[in-house]
């Protein structure tokens, strides 16, 4: 009984060391990754040798992934499968380079990210930019090869032509001195013929510097002369005057300099020139067209009007007008003692409209003339000015109530906009009708535009 037990403590101590020693080798080993947070990206090498299925990858010299499959790739190529920890970002520029622990160590991958801020690789994506590592066997080979080659040169000096070679050297670099001079020899005519040049430029020189100093020519005169530097100091004299007097406030000048008040005449004077230009700049006109459908008449009331916006508040209308209704005048007068009334009625004739209009908000006030007649409007602007709602009121015809107008206007595109109404609405004449309206719109950038694109088009 006592040896059974302890067979069975000796197994179950056996058990656990496996246990530990399997934990360990996937803890460490090339299963390392399985179970644990990781993600799997490609990367393509030119070779591979030396590297070795387990292997850590490395990032800034710490660890964070492993090697877990080496395979050949497109026969002449090696592909290699990271498996890198979920947590590490690695942009899609990074650069994976096969590098050596030490000069005989283990081959490992180091990858280096690339820019920061872009995309990211992720499961099954592949860093193109790689660099695989050096063939130790491949460079011991070159410097073989080289230590060959400089013994071979060694040995060639050392033997009898090595000596020769060396005098061969000497003779090349004689025979290019020799060359050399000879080309000097031959040009000798140009060499010459330079240095004659630069002589003839000297002796310009010395005869100009001899006119100086004899008081030739305007310069020499400058120099030499007393009466031109009299003159030049008479000059300078005038001038120091002129200045002088302008320091004081004297002429035209010397106020204009000196005087705070002439500065502020020019001041103001520039200021309401830039006032007017700004104006002018901010001066905008508009062009509207009106068809009113009046419904109970079956007519079309036709409407231009042109908009000079003067500023962004404040505009002045003038336009013309079609009326069903048509101008009404009265004429009294006296027949055989008894006095008449004739009632007259110029039936389609225009209506003129020019009215002033300020806007406060969104509210705009027009007075002035309303088809002929004095009167009074206001315009409400609601969602972002895509609807008006409009209200107006002006003189009728004699001895009648007045003219009240209500309508809405709907701008559904840039150009266009669609509207709803009832006009003379109180008139004591039975002249009430609602009415539908479509108008146009555009302003003076819009005729330039238009302008523009007809020239062009004519010009082709």
Do not use: C
């Not at 393509?44 to 660890?63: M, P, R, T, W």
């Not at 120099?223 to 302008?246: F, H, Q, W, Y």
């Not at 042109?306 to 069903?324: A, E, M, N």
């Not at 209506?351 to 908000?361: L, V």
Request: charged share 25%.
């Amino acid at each position: 009984m006592y040896n059974a037990s302890t067979e069975i403590k000796v197994g179950l101590f056996v058990l656990a060391a496996l246990g530990v020693i399997v934990w360990m080798a996937l803890r460490l080993g090339v299963f390392a990754n399985i179970g644990k947070d990781y993600y799997e990206i490609k990367a393509v090498f030119d070779e591979a040798s030396g590297l070795k299925q387990g292997v850590g990858v490395e990032v800034a010299g710490i660890n964070v992934g492993r090697v877990i499959d080496i395979s050949l790739y497109e026969a002449d190529r090696a592909l290699v499968i990271l498996a890198i920890r979920q947590d590490v970002r690695l942009p899609i520029d990074s650069r994976a380079v096969i590098r050596t622990q030490g000069v005989l160590g283990d081959k490992y991958v180091e990858i280096f990210p690339g820019a920061q801020g872009g995309s990211a690789l992720t499961s099954g994506s592949s860093i193109d930019n790689t660099v695989s590592a050096v063939d130790l066997s491949e460079l011991l080979e070159k410097l073989s090869s080289v230590a060959d080659d400089i013994k071979i040169l060694t040995s060639s000096l050392s033997k009898d032509g090595g000596g020769q070679d060396l005098r061969d050297i000497v003779v090349n670099v004689r025979d290019l001195s020799k060359n050399l001079k000879e080309l000097t020899e031959a040009n000798g005519p140009g060499v010459s013929h330079a240095v004659e040049t630069l002589g003839r430029v000297a002796d310009n020189l010395a005869a100009i510097t001899d006119k100086v100093n004899k008081g030739q020519g305007s310069l020499g005169q400058l120099i030499n002369d007393d009466s031109a530097m009299r003159e030049i100091r008479a000059t300078l004299a005038g001038i120091r005057e002129i200045t002088d007097k302008v320091a004081s406030g004297q002429g035209t000048l010397g106020r204009l300099v000196n005087d705070d008040t002439t500065i502020d005449k020019i001041d103001q004077a520039l200021t309401s020139v830039n006032d007017y230009l700004e104006k002018t700049d901010t001066m905008k006109v508009t062009v509207d067209y009106r068809a009113d459908w009046m419904t109970r008449y079956d007519y079309l009331k036709s409407t231009v009007g042109v908009k000079i916006h003067t500023s962004p508040f404040r505009y002045y209308l003038l336009g013309v007008t079609g009326d069903y209704f048509g101008n009404y005048s009265r004429t009294d007068y006296t027949y055989g003692g008894v006095d008449y009334r004739r009632e007259n009625r110029d039936r389609g004739k225009l209506k003129f409209n020019a009215q002033i209009a300020q806007r406060f908000y969104d509210v705009v006030v027009r007075g002035g003339v309303f088809e002929s007649g004095a009167g009074l409007g206001l315009d409400y602007y609601l969602f972002d000015e895509a609807l008006m709602v409009t209200l107006e009121a002006f003189s009728g015809d004699f001895d009648h109530n007045p003219h009240l107008r209500a309508m809405a206007n709907w701008r559904f595109w840039k150009y266009f906009y669609l509207g709803v109404g009832y006009d003379d609405f109180i008139s004591d004449l039975h002249r009430s009708t609602p009415f539908v309206s479509i108008g146009l719109t555009f302003t003076d950038d819009d005729l330039k535009e238009l302008l523009g694109e007809a020239s062009s088009f004519i010009s082709k």
